[in-house]
């Protein structure tokens, strides 16, 4: 009983309960823009506006004005060696305040090295080393913007034999030293934890309930040899019982269904952010929640 | 013992993973330093091993730069063909690797790439074709611009517009062309085959209207004026030194009604005092 009174309010004090959402993808603009349907929130990715004008701004203003909206970057290269970007940083710092999303998030990766852009995600070494320097530069970054940034956790096909902190752990560790939130994603859990032959739960232990901000989910494929992040399937079952786990942890959490190849119609995507407050509400043994974000800026 | 620092492990990654080869064979292309900076530097187990683990990353590299660069040149890959596009990507990324954070700039060095390649001794236009495709990216989210109405056109006095600096849509490209290239654009819109293009001088603009890109052919004396004169007094100038007085003022007349009905003009303003001197 005391985990379900604890249940009934988001536990992070960071950011708003935006209830159930889907990741705004291109190919679903005219459905979107010709139905307004039923979702509670979007999320958008920032790159992909951060362009002078023409149909984006258009498209993302529209949508801003209707629904909760949070911007979603994969630029950041929190992780890289190379210096912060503040030329991008300017650019992202001006779109947040035109557009005044209800938070803004990004990966714990680096992204490039050496002035090249390799446009993935790409994994860490968890050692002291690159733990004093991603905490340093998140508050640079947060700094910068002017606002608390959410740090989503990314899949991985490698780990490095010299890291010396669980993931988990060291994602964690970012979080508190860095005073920012986490966007937990749960797909990216499951195929790490798979891939890699760790516990999941144990990696959800290890997180500060009141830090998590956002869940992502989405599905993957199956290689054979490893699973591979794809965002081109349904969630798999295995990922909804780690999401109930998940909210059995950390309470009810904005939830974003993402998919981004062999993307369906809207109306399959949608179906999925409802499956997921199915599975939420479930979970937190039927009590249902009301948003309480109106996408305001924090 | 330490293992190398993050500098050292990313600087190695990003080096193996834009090896256009693969990783396995960029093995022995590294120095001796970074090879034993490779041993041991990924864990073992799992049914793959290091090598096979980071092509997963070396591949989703070039798959993902492959395709942004096919949906921007999507006639530049029709006329040479998917494989060809392919080799022709990887080419190019070993000379221009992103340099952006966004992928949709990957591209912008495409057109001059493309003027140099051998794939111009079967396709010499393919340079031509390029810069119109980048164009057409650019164009698409170039800045916005308030309109100017045929009304708000009309309501101008003759000499009042004389002297003001014409203002053009910020999606304007104007192109000039050894290849009529516009050809092959609209066909690939219409879905016909592809033409082969002889050589012909070839002036093309490119803009946006509200959210669609338009490609159109104009003559040399249009794409000057689009390109160098800022004034219609300029432009008048220009082309009576031609055509003579009056056949000038009708050419401009006719232009400038296109121009606003397509709406590549969009506005007029006052030139300074500064910059009149």
Known sequence: MARLERARVPMNAFVPFLGYGIGLRPKHYPEILDQWPHVDWFEAITENFLVAGGRPRRVIREIRARYPLVLHGVSLSVGSSDPLDFDYLARVRDFVRELEPAWVSDHLCWTGVGGINLHDLLPLPFTEETLRHVVERVQAVQDFLGRRILLENVSSYLEFAHSTIPEGEFLATVAKRADCAILLDVNNLYVNAQNHGFDPLAYLDALPPERIAQIHLAGYADRGTFLHDTHDHPVWPPVWNLYREAVRRFGPVSTLVEWDAQLPPLATVLAEAERARQVAEETLHGWSFTATGTGAPQ | ?277
């Open chain 2, 1 to 277: 013992m330490a293992g190398p620092s993050l500098q050292q492990v990313q600087e190695l990654l990003s080096k193996l993973i834009g090896a256009p080869e693969g990783v396995g064979p960029a093995l022995p292309a590294l120095s001796l330093e970074e090879q034993a900076r490779w041993q041991g530097l990924i864990r073992h187990g799992g049914a793959l091993d290091p090598i096979e683990r980071l092509d997963v990353y070396a591949n989703m590299y070039f798959f993902r730069i492959r395709d942004a660069l096919a949906d921007d040149f999507p006639v530049v890959r029709a006329t040479i063909g998917a494989d060809a596009f392919h080799n022709f990507v990887t080419d190019y990324l070993l000379v221009h690797p992103s340099r952006s954070f966004s992928l949709r700039d990957v591209g912008s060095a495409v057109p001059q790439f493309a003027r140099s390649h051998p794939y111009t001794g079967t396709w010499p236009w393919l340079g031509d074709l390029a810069a119109l495709e980048w164009s057409v990216v650019e164009a698409f989210d170039a800045a916005d611009a308030p309109m100017l109405s045929a009304e708000q056109w009309a309501a101008y006095a003759a000499e009042e517009l004389a002297n003001r600096r014409l203002v053009w849509h910020p999606s304007l490209r104007v192109l000039a062309c050894e290849y009529p290239v516009h050809q092959a654009w609209q066909r690939f819109q219409r879905d016909e085959p592809l033409p082969t293009l002889a050589p012909e001088e070839t002036w093309i603009r490119v803009w946006r209207n509200q959210e669609r890109v338009f490609v159109a052919a104009m003559t040399r004396d249009e794409a000057t004026v689009l390109r160098s004169h800022e004034t219609l007094a300029d432009a008048g100038e220009f082309l009576a030194a031609t055509y003579g007085q009056s056949r000038a003022t009708e050419l401009l007349a006719n232009w400038l009604v296109a121009w606003v009905q397509s709406r590549v003009l969009c506005g007029v303003e006052p030139i300074t005092r500064r910059e009149q001197r």
